[in-house]
């Protein structure tokens, strides 16, 4: 089978300061692949070689088979959520169509009928049918990210890449978004890699994970990369991981504040 | 009252060749601006506009010391200032304090080139406040050239201007090049900026390119429909404008602000009628 996601000695550098390098990864169809690391590990670096806008300065990447290019397709991304202006001339199912078309040159006046048939299945997944036609602006956080889950998806995308997603929502509809994006990989057996400072809202559905520190990285599943012996080796100091109930709590680390780093 | 509200005359006013002229430069404005607003409201951009505009006047101030076109001069100060301004990026703190710096320098500028030129006083007072006696055919023909490049560019580049406006990280992942896509809407600003300073003046250029887009967006969130009824508010406003300021001979800009400005009330009563209903 061939994977969603392939790295092959892959690396990135800016200069001379090497990022990451030698990084060999294949994520399955169906995968769920948690990313973690401290700010300016390369977690968003890593998307942004998946989405082709970050050349490689060694190796190769592949997505489902094909080297990864600007705008080539396949891939769905849900960004962290953002308010969107109150003026913004957008209802829920317009920006949820231009995830499929919005990349494309022209007014697209043509597969009207296929398109709402799609953005109304995709909205439907996710539970936005209701509010399909409200201006986005007015909708809650909460909301908002459902769209963009569903903006990602309605192209059938065979990698969701998701880059913090879960960020400035509350609790229950972080449970929400990452139930969407789990049911979507199970469904329909779409890669996810997720971009994450905070594992435990998603501990329950990470199958791996990528850990970057500092140029080092340990990939692996939750139970071989989450320990004391294995972080203490990537942070090179004293750092202990200790269970809580069904939480992971990292001691010795100091504490993320998760910044974005935009693709831009 | 009887002085700014007056129909005088105005059946031998309306054929005129000049009078026709100026209805069809204002019906070409509007439909280029109503199409533009919505974007322009969008994308947060009303500061850039006006800047836009006072850039556009120093231009024209420019050509009329040294004798060539006022509309050659608008159009090169317009699109420089936009090209600057859509270069700046996104952080809006920033953007808006480097437009404010350039607005003030290129609005004194201009003041300065025009306190030298001792022509008409009417060419002087109309880059400011509008004209419509500033356009004869030859600046018709620029107009239907400018409109149709601009809804033309507009055209292509729609779908992927509003990704990039609504949500411009999840833009580039997919591909849109939303960093080349901000100067060239800029630059279509522009354009429609300068043709819009001979007829309602630098001061005004917001009363067509940004109130059509506020009103329609307290009304419709649907794309289509925001363009299509900021295109209507603009024309209305334009064309009733230059009806009303015909008779009493005084300058279009008041009464299409005025126009413009009813039916962005209107729309916010609409709105807010609407919003109620929403969320009962």
Same mark, same amino acid.
């Given at each position: 089978?061939?994977?969603?996601?392939?790295?092959?000695?892959?690396?990135?550098?800016?200069?001379?300061?090497?990022?990451?390098?030698?990084?060999?990864?294949?994520?399955?169809?169906?995968?769920?692949?948690?990313?973690?690391?401290?700010?300016?590990?390369?977690?968003?670096?890593?998307?942004?070689?998946?989405?082709?806008?970050?050349?490689?300065?060694?190796?190769?990447?592949?997505?489902?088979?094909?080297?990864?290019?600007?705008?080539?397709?396949?891939?769905?991304?849900?960004?962290?959520?953002?308010?969107?202006?109150?003026?913004?001339?957008?209802?829920?199912?317009?920006?949820?169509?231009?995830?499929?078309?919005?990349?494309?040159?022209?007014?697209?006046?043509?597969?009207?009928?296929?398109?709402?048939?799609?953005?109304?299945?995709?909205?439907?997944?996710?539970?936005?049918?209701?509010?399909?036609?409200?201006?986005?602006?007015?909708?809650?956080?909460?909301?908002?990210?459902?769209?963009?889950?569903?903006?990602?998806?309605?192209?059938?995308?065979?990698?969701?890449?998701?880059?913090?997603?879960?960020?400035?929502?509350?609790?229950?509809?972080?449970?929400?978004?990452?139930?969407?994006?789990?049911?979507?990989?199970?469904?329909?057996?779409?890669?996810?890699?997720?971009?994450?400072?905070?594992?435990?809202?998603?501990?329950?559905?990470?199958?791996?994970?990528?850990?970057?520190?500092?140029?080092?990285?340990?990939?692996?599943?939750?139970?071989?990369?989450?320990?004391?012996?294995?972080?203490?080796?990537?942070?090179?100091?004293?750092?202990?991981?200790?269970?809580?109930?069904?939480?992971?709590?990292?001691?010795?680390?100091?504490?993320?504040?998760?910044?974005?780093?935009?693709?831009? | 009252?009887?002085?700014?509200?007056?129909?005088?005359?105005?059946?031998?006013?309306?054929?005129?060749?000049?009078?026709?002229?100026?209805?069809?430069?204002?019906?070409?404005?509007?439909?280029?601006?109503?199409?533009?607003?919505?974007?322009?409201?969008?994308?947060?951009?009303? @500061?850039?506009?006006?800047?836009?505009?006072?850039?556009?006047?120093?231009?024209?101030?420019?050509?009329?010391?040294?004798?060539?076109?006022?509309?050659?001069?608008?159009?090169?100060?317009?699109?420089?200032?936009?090209?600057?301004?859509?270069?700046?990026?996104?952080?809006?703190?920033?953007?808006?304090?480097?437009?404010?710096?350039?607005?003030?320098?290129?609005?004194?500028?201009?003041?300065?080139?025009?306190?030298?030129?001792?022509?008409?006083?009417?060419?002087? @007072?109309?880059?400011?406040?509008?004209?419509?006696?500033?356009?004869?055919?030859?600046?018709?023909?620029?107009?239907?050239?400018?409109?149709?490049?601009?809804?033309?560019?507009?055209?292509?580049?729609?779908?992927?201007?509003?990704?990039?406006?609504?949500?411009?990280?999840?833009?580039?992942?997919?591909?849109?090049?939303?960093?080349?896509?901000?100067?060239? @809407?800029?630059?279509?600003?522009?354009?429609?900026?300068?043709?819009?300073?001979?007829?309602?003046?630098?001061?005004?250029?917001?009363?067509?390119?940004?109130?059509?887009?506020?009103?329609?967006?307290?009304?419709?969130?649907?794309?289509?429909?925001?363009?299509?009824?900021?295109?209507?508010?603009?024309?209305?406003?334009?064309?009733?404008?230059?009806?009303?300021?015909?008779?009493?001979?005084?300058?279009?800009?008041?009464?299409?602000?005025?126009?413009?400005?009813?039916?962005?009330?209107?729309?916010?009563?609409?709105?807010?009628?609407?919003?109620?209903?929403?969320?009962?």
């Amino acid at each position: 089978m061939t994977p969603a996601v392939s790295l092959r000695g892959a690396g990135v550098r800016f200069g001379q300061r090497v990022l990451w390098e030698g990084l060999d990864l294949d994520v399955r169809p169906g995968e769920f692949l948690a990313v973690l690391g401290p700010n300016g590990s390369g977690k968003t670096t890593l998307l942004r070689v998946l989405l082709g806008l970050q050349p490689l300065a060694g190796g190769e990447v592949l997505i489902d088979g094909h080297p990864a290019q600007r705008g080539g397709g396949g891939i769905g991304y849900v960004p962290q959520q953002k308010a969107l202006p109150e003026d913004m001339p957008l209802r829920a199912a317009d920006l949820v169509g231009l995830g499929l078309d919005g990349h494309r040159w022209g007014l697209g006046l043509g597969g009207r009928a296929e398109r709402r048939r799609r953005v109304a299945a995709a909205l439907e997944a996710v539970g936005a049918t209701r509010y399909a036609d409200e201006p986005v602006g007015r909708l809650s956080g909460g909301e908002q990210q459902r769209l963009r889950v569903a903006q990602a998806l309605v192209g059938d995308p065979r990698v969701l890449l998701c880059d913090e997603p879960l960020l400035s929502l509350d609790l229950a509809n972080q449970r929400v978004v990452s139930a969407l994006i789990d049911a979507r990989r199970r469904t329909a057996d779409t890669a996810v890699v997720f971009v994450t400072h905070e594992i435990n809202p998603i501990l329950p559905l990470v199958d791996r994970v990528l850990y970057l520190v500092d140029g080092r990285f340990r990939i692996g599943t939750p139970d071989e990369v989450m320990t004391s012996a294995t972080l203490s080796e990537l942070y090179r100091t004293d750092v202990e991981v200790l269970r809580v109930r069904d939480r992971l709590v990292v001691v010795g680390v100091e504490e993320q504040h998760a910044h974005h780093e935009a693709l831009t | 009252m009887s002085a700014l509200i007056s129909f005088d005359g105005l059946g031998e006013l309306l054929g005129l060749p000049f009078v026709q002229n100026a209805f069809l430069a204002a019906a070409l404005l509007g439909l280029v601006a109503g199409a533009l607003a919505p974007l322009i409201v969008a994308r947060g951009m009303g @500061f850039a506009v006006h800047g836009t505009a006072e850039l556009a006047f120093t231009g024209g101030a420019a050509a009329l010391l040294a004798g060539i076109s006022v509309s050659v001069g608008a159009v090169v100060g317009a699109v420089i200032a936009g090209l600057v301004f859509g270069l700046l990026g996104l952080r809006q703190r920033e953007r808006d304090s480097v437009i404010g710096v350039v607005l003030a320098f290129g609005l004194g500028l201009g003041v300065l080139l025009l306190a030298l030129y001792d022509g008409r006083a009417s060419n002087k @007072f109309g880059l400011l406040t509008g004209s419509i006696v500033s356009v004869d055919s030859g600046n018709i023909a620029v107009l239907v050239g400018v409109t149709i490049v601009v809804l033309a560019v507009l055209a292509v580049i729609y779908r992927p201007l509003l990704f990039a406006s609504a949500d411009p990280d999840v833009a580039v992942a997919r591909g849109v090049p939303v960093r080349a896509l901000s100067p060239l @809407f800029a630059v279509l600003v522009a354009l429609t900026t300068a043709l819009a300073v001979p007829i309602v003046g630098a001061i005004l250029v917001l009363s067509v390119t940004i109130i059509p887009g506020a009103a329609a967006a307290r009304v419709t969130a649907s794309p289509l429909k925001a363009t299509l009824l900021a295109v209507a508010i603009a024309e209305v406003s334009l064309l009733g404008g230059t009806l009303l300021s015909l008779a009493p001979g005084l300058p279009i800009s008041g009464y299409v602000a005025t126009l413009a400005f009813v039916a962005y009330l209107l729309c916010r009563v609409v709105g807010r009628s609407r919003g109620r209903v929403r969320t009962a």
